[in-house]
């Protein structure tokens, strides 16, 4: 692997086998201890601290950050809305979250960036319609 490319288990689908290897441990703990959600939490805040002091002693430039955050509050305002005057379990707010962020750093790397959409039914909505498709789109599929 050249020192340039990223490496193959941070993305698109290896990140998913390494998301596995990593949470299962914890749930498993977890579920044997009876202390569910307790020790997945506690990892889980862990590995966030690591990756998160990982960008900061890393980062060169700050401008995708700024942009994922913006559009990651733009397009999560309407949800919020929608939640305050028709409530679901919260418990589905977290997963959408996580969604709705991916929606915002997946539209900065594609709009700003020129990066590529790996999906193939994707990759097509983005060359059709542009990066912002993402929005209906997931929200569609949520």
């Keep these: 692997c050249s020192s340039d490319l990223p490496h193959p288990l941070i993305l698109t689908p290896g990140i998913f086998f390494t998301a596995f290897i990593l949470i299962v441990p914890a749930i498993f703990a977890d579920s044997k201890l009876k202390t569910y959600p307790k020790i997945t939490i506690g990892w889980g805040s862990l590995l966030a601290l690591y990756v998160n002091y990982l960008l900061i002693i890393n980062a060169k430039n700050w401008k995708p950050y700024e942009l994922t955050v913006f559009y990651t509050l733009v397009f999560l305002l309407p949800i919020l809305g929608y939640y ?59």
């Excluded at 590529?116 to 789109?137: C, D, M, S, T």
């Design 84 to 142: 305050r005057f028709k409530p679901f379990e919260k418990i589905y707010l977290f997963p959408v979250f996580a969604h709705i962020f991916d929606i915002g750093s997946t539209i900065v790397a594609i709009h700003y960036y020129g990066y590529r959409e790996v999906h193939w039914l994707e990759n097509i909505l983005v060359q059709k319609f542009g990066a912002f498709v993402y929005y209906p789109w997931i929200v569609f599929i949520l």
